[in-house]
C-alpha cells in the first residue's frame, strides 16, 4: 500500500502523558499537513510542511504541540503533558506542490486517534 | 475569516432516493471547492473539486456547481445507492494557500437498501 501511513491507529494516555504521532505521506509528496478531528466536527488546521520546513502553524497548536519532519519525509506530532481536550483523530496528509498537482488534493491518512483520560 | 457551512444530517434516503447536501462558504479570495467523503473506518477522499464559478465537479454520480453569486456548492446525486452511506466533507482552498483546506462540519449519509 503507497498510501499515506499514520501510527499509532489508537492511542489511549493518561493527562499529563506525552504522546507522539508517525506520519509516513506518499513517498513523492512534498507538501505534509497535520489536522485534528473532533467528534462530529470537520478537519482542522494545524500545520503545515513544505519539505523539511515548516510554514505555518495554526493557532490551535498550543506550545504543548510540537511537530517535525527532520528530512522531509516522515513527520512526527507530539503533545505534551496532554489534557482531557486533547482527545481527538489526529489526521495527516500529503499532496505534491501546487503546479503538479490538481488544487486542493490533499490525500489523507485513516488517522491517529487519541484518548486522554 | 473563511468558512463553510453544510447541513447537519444525518441524512437518511432509501435506495434510489435523490441526494441534495447543501453547503455555502465565506472567503476573502476566490476559493476553489472541494466534497471528500469518508466511508466507515477509511480516510479522507476526494470526491469532486471545481475551481471557478459556474465550474461543475462530478465523479461517481456526484455533481456540484460553484455558484458564485450565491457563495454555494450544493452536492447532488440522482440515486443513491447503500455503498454510499459516508460522511461528507465540503471544503474551499484559498488561492495561494498551498491546498490548506478549510472544511465544514460534515454531514453523515445512511441509505437503506
Known amino acids: 500500500d503507497t498510501g499515506v501511513s499514520q501510527n499509532p491507529r489508537h492511542k489511549i494516555t493518561k493527562r499529563g502523558q506525552n504522546v507522539t504521532f508517525r506520519c509516513d505521506p506518499i513517498?513523492?509528496?512534498?507538501?505534509l499537513y497535520w489536522y485534528r478531528q473532533t467528534l462530529g466536527q470537520g478537519p482542522e488546521f494545524l500545520t503545515y510542511?513544505?519539505?523539511?520546513?515548516?510554514?505555518?502553524k495554526s493557532r490551535l497548536l498550543s506550545d504543548r504541540f510540537s511537530a517535525e519532519r527532520p528530512k522531509g519525509s516522515f513527520s512526527t506530532l507530539e503533545i505534551q503533558r496532554t489534557e482531557q481536550g486533547d482527545s481527538a483523530m489526529y489526521l495527516c496528509?500529503?499532496?505534491?506542490?501546487?503546479?503538479?498537482?490538481?488544487?486542493?488534493?490533499?490525500?489523507f491518512g485513516e488517522g491517529s486517534r487519541l484518548t486522554v483520560l | 475569516g473563511d468558512s463553510v457551512t453544510q447541513m447537519e444530517g444525518p441524512v437518511t434516503l432509501s435506495e434510489e432516493a435523490f441526494l441534495t447536501i447543501n453547503c455555502t462558504y465565506t472567503?476573502?479570495?476566490?476559493?476553489?471547492l472541494f466534497w471528500y467523503v469518508q466511508y466507515p473506518g477509511e480516510g479522507l477522499q476526494l470526491l469532486l473539486k471545481?475551481?471557478?464559478?459556474?465550474d461543475k465537479g462530478s465523479n461517481k454520480g456526484f455533481e456540484a456547481t460553484y455558484r458564485k453569486e450565491t457563495t454555494s456548492f450544493h452536492l447532488e446525486k440522482g440515486s443513491v445507492q447503500v455503498s454510499d452511506s459516508a460522511v461528507y466533507f465540503c471544503?474551499?482552498?484559498?488561492?495561494?494557500?498551498?491546498?490548506?483546506?478549510?472544511f465544514g462540519a460534515g454531514t453523515r449519509l445512511a441509505v437503506h437498501p
Open positions: 496528509a500529503s499532496s505534491l506542490r501546487s503546479g503538479a498537482a490538481l488544487p486542493g488534493e490533499l490525500f
Open positions: 513517498s513523492e509528496h512534498n507538501r
Open positions: 510542511f513544505q519539505n523539511e520546513a515548516q510554514l505555518e
Open positions: 472567503a476573502t479570495g476566490y476559493p476553489s
Open positions: 471545481a475551481t471557478k464559478a459556474d
Open positions: 471544503a474551499l482552498s484559498v488561492a495561494g494557500g498551498y491546498n490548506k483546506l478549510i
